[in-house]
């Protein structure tokens, strides 16, 4: 089979398709003929770059979130048989998703109904589940204010959703033009572009001078850090889960903290938790509840270009690779 594979840390460059040995199904684990993986920046841009904190073994075939057919099924497999359309992740020792077969463990997989493509089935599989955990730990509430920053982003516009359902008023925040009216497509109630605007004057005239009762911010700006912190209300929450826009050295004014009794909340959850939400996630999309955003599908063999365009953040949404396509 084709693969990508990476035999040493680094840019694009490192990425080569080259054909490697078919994979074979072991005890509770399932093959799948791979028709989408997308492009994340920390799980496959950085951690090619030897940048995302992980220790891949090389070489290694990056990918996490595969959807696609079922060729086989190991012993023990009761769950899914020859055929039936699926979506998973890899554990975080494997990877291995981009790759034209990828084998998955049976407990990380759902099957994807026949109203959902694949390209949508890998987005939902690897961001609502995460989304989900998200808005359940901030405990976001029906009548609250939400701050989406960076809300043109995969996971982001899972979040504005389910904030939405649970009945709270969104603010998405996002650097263009293009990319607030993306996350105003996904029923956020109002935009602010925080390159061209300031964050914290259009929050407050947005909620009446109160501030947001949650934030959730996954840009790590140095800059815009601080004043998505200002923009909180008395009482308010903040849940950080990514620095695609910086280092992760941020400074935090910590009178602000206790003086408005604010709290700052590491927002990764459980692989198990998100991996529970994922069926009903897709059958809301199934059913037209849920949308995601992606911004373009690229062949497996243009990998490379998928990796420059991340870096260069020129993508409003997801990129997908089509491990089927020429």
Request: proline share 5%.
């Amino acid at each position: 089979m084709k693969a990508i594979v990476v035999n040493a840390f680094g840019g694009p460059e490192q990425l080569r398709f080259e054909d490697v040995p078919d994979p074979r199904p072991g005890p509770g684990e399932v093959l799948v003929r791979v028709h989408a993986v997308s492009v994340n920046t920390t799980l496959d841009v950085h951690l090619v770059a030897g940048a995302s904190g992980m220790d891949p073994k090389l070489p290694f075939t990056p990918g996490v979130d595969p959807s696609g057919v079922v060729e086989a099924v190991g012993e023990g497999v009761t769950s899914f048989e020859v055929g039936d359309r699926v979506a998973g992740t890899t554990t975080l020792a494997t990877f291995g998703g981009y790759a034209e077969l990828v084998v998955l463990r049976e407990s990380r997989i759902s099957l994807v109904p026949d109203e959902v493509d694949f390209p949508t089935a890998t987005v939902v599989r690897r961001h609502f589940g995460m989304a989900h955990s998200q808005v359940e730990t901030a405990g976001v509430q029906a009548g609250e204010s939400v701050l989406v920053m960076g809300a043109a982003g995969a996971l982001s516009t899972c979040i504005i959703q389910l904030a939405k359902e649970a009945g709270a008023k969104v603010l998405a925040g996002a650097g263009s033009d293009e990319r607030v009216a993306a996350a105003l497509s996904m029923d956020a109630d109002h935009g602010i572009n925080y390159r061209e605007n300031d964050l914290v004057e259009e929050v407050l005239a947005a909620t009446e001078g109160r501030g947001v009762d949650v934030v959730f911010e996954n840009v790590g700006d140095a800059r815009l850090w601080p004043k998505a912190i200002e923009s909180m209300a008395v009482g308010g929450r903040l849940l950080t889960i990514g620095t695609h826009a910086g280092d992760g050295i941020l400074p935090v004014d910590v009178r602000r903290l206790y003086r408005n009794r604010l709290k700052i909340i590491g927002g990764l959850g459980s692989s198990a938790q998100a991996d529970d939400f994922a069926d009903t996630a897709l059958r809301g999309v199934a059913e037209g509840r849920y949308r995601v955003l992606i911004d373009r599908i690229l062949p497996l063999s243009h990998a490379a270009d998928a990796f420059r365009l991340i870096a260069a953040n020129e993508v409003t949404g997801k990129v997908i690779l089509d491990p089927m396509a020429g």
